[in-house]
């Protein structure tokens, strides 16, 4: 049903695997890291330009919400044309509320496709508690390993199961990681940990420059809290290779506020002082008698 999304992230971490297993050798379990983060450095590279615009929309709409206040008060009874004056005014500042959403949507599709391309690697259990599952009839892990992961080929799909990163396989999950749990858990708690900080980190800075609406004020606990708490919790069940995923995700969205709200910030005091001296270029000199239009 997604495949529209499967292969071409499967195609991009294929890419980097190519690149970094020709200098680490293929079955190198550094190889598979790095194509992992690369993967996601590479799809949010993508992503920064609607990054970019969803940052400035909301740097206008916080502008703006003196003049959406205003609204809300003028057409208090009248819901209707009150949500119609908001728009036009969001319309007439080039504002456009779908696009702020493009790099929410992209995200989830790349872990979608990622979870779902890295879980495929392994199609011995039915793992029936995780989302997006590989395939609802286990496999032998005889037939598994002989056969294609979307654009990988069967040797791919050896050399990811016996990959390890101190002992921990990246295919393995906290949860089911059996006799391997005191390795597993070595390498996936503090990732666990690292992402859930990290999630709350960059929902904090994120709220910090937008104004919430009243209908949407729910989300700042939950991306404060049920989010952190849920990537703590939920990465019992996601593999080692999936928690790499969300650590290196969440360091590129904190580089990536950084960068981008410092460069809105020079850009707005820029502004500040060109309307400062054009006031000042056009204002009466001190003393000077004041012209009058006729």
Known sequence: MLDFVYYPVSAILWLWHYVFGAALGPASALAWVLSVIFLVLTLRAVLFLPFLRQARTQAMVKKLQPKVDGLKKKYANDRRQQATEIQKLYKANGINTFATLIPMIGQILIFIGLFHVLRSFDRTAA????????????????????????????????????????????????????????????????????????????????????????????????????????????????????????????????????????????????????????????????????????
């Open 127 to 294: 793992v029936g508690h995780l989302p997006f599952q590989a395939i609802a009839t286990p496999m032998t892990p005889e037939a598994n390993a002989m056969t294609p992961n979307y654009v990988f080929g069967a040797a791919d799909v050896r050399s990811f199961l016996q990959a390890k990163i101190f002992g921990a396989p990246l295919s393995a999950t906290l949860f089911g990681a059996g006799e391997l749990l005191a390795t597993v858990a070595a390498i996936a708690v503090p990732l666990m940990v690292i992402a859930a900080v990290a999630t709350h980190f960059t929902g904090r800075v994120s709220f910090a420059r937008q104004e919430t609406p009243a209908q949407l004020a729910l989300m700042r606990p939950l991306t404060l809290w049920v989010f952190p708490a849920g990537a703590m919790i939920g990465g019992a069940v996601l593999p080692v290779a999936i928690l790499l995923y969300f650590v290196t995700n969440n360091a590129w969205t904190l580089a990536q506020q950084h960068f981008v709200y410092r460069r809105l910030d020079a850009e707005a005091a820029a502004e500040t002082q060109r309307v400062a001296a054009a006031r000042a270029a056009t204002a009466p000199k001190p003393g000077a008698k004041p012209v009058r239009r006729k």
